[in-house]
Nanobody, 122 residues
């Protein structure tokens, strides 16, 4: 079992930055690919970014490329999502998820956090 807790969300003006954290407890986090997803009000949850089990590769949805960076620190059992140049369209609840997989972007994730709200004002 892996327990995930997101933090770092908040209210920021357009053009600002936030860094989200996904802290894991339970099994060795280094065995897991981790993804970030977001769900805006009235919309489906969508993929944002993912990082492979060893941090060697990353994957981003087109709308965040060049603005968001995913990274991991397995010594701290934490994965980060650095979000720069935020836009009102980035407003959503952000979730992290983990899957024991060698794939950078697994097809499914077994473990999910509870989410953290990000609100970007115009």
């Amino acid at each position: 079992q892996v327990h995930l807790v997101e933090s770092g969300g908040g209210l920021v003006q357009a053009g600002g930055s936030l860094r989200l954290s996904c802290a894991a407890s339970g099994r060795t986090f280094g065995d897991y690919a981790v993804g970030w997803f977001r769900q805006a009000p009235g919309k489906e949850r969508i993929f944002v970014a993912s990082i492979s089990w060893n941090g060697g590769s990353t994957y981003y949805t087109d709308s965040v490329k060049g603005r968001f960076t995913i990274s991991r620190d397995d010594a701290k059992n934490t994965v980060y999502l650095q979000m720069n140049s935020l836009e009102p369209e980035d407003t959503a609840v952000y979730y992290c998820a983990a899957q024991a997989s060698r794939a950078t972007k697994p097809n499914f994730y077994d473990y999910w956090g509870q989410g953290t709200q990000v609100t970007v004002s115009s």
